[in-house]
């Protein structure tokens, strides 16, 4: 009884309101406009999307019933095995640019979605056992190195939008986890400066923006001289990524290269790599305050909005029901990662606590990024709309987090 009166019904109502949410905008993306034979309609994408919301309130069952401290001990076997899946499909043979499935006949999942749930239990189990001092340099590499292996084999499928949310997901926990300021640095800092070698390379043609952010790390390292070894560090590790970022970014595909030149410069190329997200910015400044109401969506009709039931979803719902509709769904949104914080603050469980901030992370991260993506604020890097955008395996992967947030808020107290 104790853990009925815990449990947070709120968060499971947002998802229930997210997946109805979800469906009805991909009945809409495929449904005939006015005029057209309604027999030429495609409803497929619907009924798969449904049988793997099915599959996913399974999946949130499975990570509310079973006992977090299961969770807790196998968390390095979990994501062993998810390693292997990885290097698995990078032997398998794939005919298209990338390799990001395992099939069996007409079943697929993608091993890189499942990789989310086991860095977040393995990050979680890594910094619960460091709580006397979270600080030592070694920590930090260890951590660091346990992003690091999958972040590089699913950059090498290439998805680097799902890459991105690997560290995406790890600097939450490690600010929930008391880490220095300028540890943190020490990772975001190589991210800045490849965004900078980047810029510098292709876009100003020229290389003072790394050479001016690499004289500020000068700088900061010397005022923090006292600690030497983790100062040298920092230095070390921002030169080392304007020799490793030329290198990595020659193995993109050029499609990838050309999606981070967009969001450096939008004007680039906007007949081509840069047209979906022209037309997404259209679709959703048309739909205004109020929408052009439900199913009258013309974008999406015309097809002029690419990818428009999964990367662009958000552009569909902020055509339809336009600015009404977008604001509902971030405030589920927000809602949802708030109720992950404060279950997380009140959990006892170190283990849970952390697990419930990279809960909160990956929601945040993938809506911010998504969001963000079909209004040209981020490059157009694949990442889903947790919940409503079409996809098997982003859908099972939500709805398990789900269920281990809601097994901590039933069980707060045990955790």
Known sequence: MKGLRDFDWTVLLIVAVLCGTGLAVIYSVFHPPAGADVFDADYSYLQRQAIWMGIGSIALMFGLIVPFRVYETLAHAIYVVCILLLVAVLLMPSGADTQRWIRFGGFGIQPSELMKVALILVCARVLSGHRRDPNKLRNMLLIVAVCAVPFLLVLKQPDLGTALVFFGVLLPMLYWRGFKGLHILFILSPIVSGILVIYGEDLAGNPWPFGVFIAIILIVAYLRRSNLIESVSLVAANLA???????????????????????????????????????????????????????????????????????????????????????????????????????????????????????????????????????????????????????????????????????????????
């Open 241 to 415: 990524t304007g020799f490793i970022v030329p290198v990595l970014w020659g193995d993109l595909k050029p499609y990838q290269q050309m999606r981070v030149i967009n969001f450096l410069d939008p004007g680039a190329d906007k007949l081509g790599s840069g047209w979906q997200v022209i037309q997404s910015k259209i679709a959703i400044g048309s739909g205004g305050f109020s929408g052009k109401g439900y199913l009258l969506g013309t974008q999406k009709a015309l097809e002029f909005l690419p990818a428009k039931h999964t990367d662009f979803i958000f552009s569909v719902l902020g055509e339809e029901i336009g600015f009404i509709g977008a604001f509902a769904v971030l405030l589920l949104f927000s809602v949802l990662v708030f109720k992950a914080l404060w279950i997380a603050q009140k959990a006892k469980s170190e283990f849970a606590s952390a697990v419930c901030v990279g809960i909160a992370a990956y929601f945040f991260f993938q809506v911010v990024v998504n969001i963000a993506m079909t209004v040209g604020m981020a490059p157009v890097t694949g990442i889903p709309l947790p919940f409503l955008s079409y996809g098997g395996s982003s859908m099972l992967v939500s709805c398990f987090l789900i269920g281990l947030l809601l097994n901590v808020s039933a069980r707060w107290s045990e955790y």
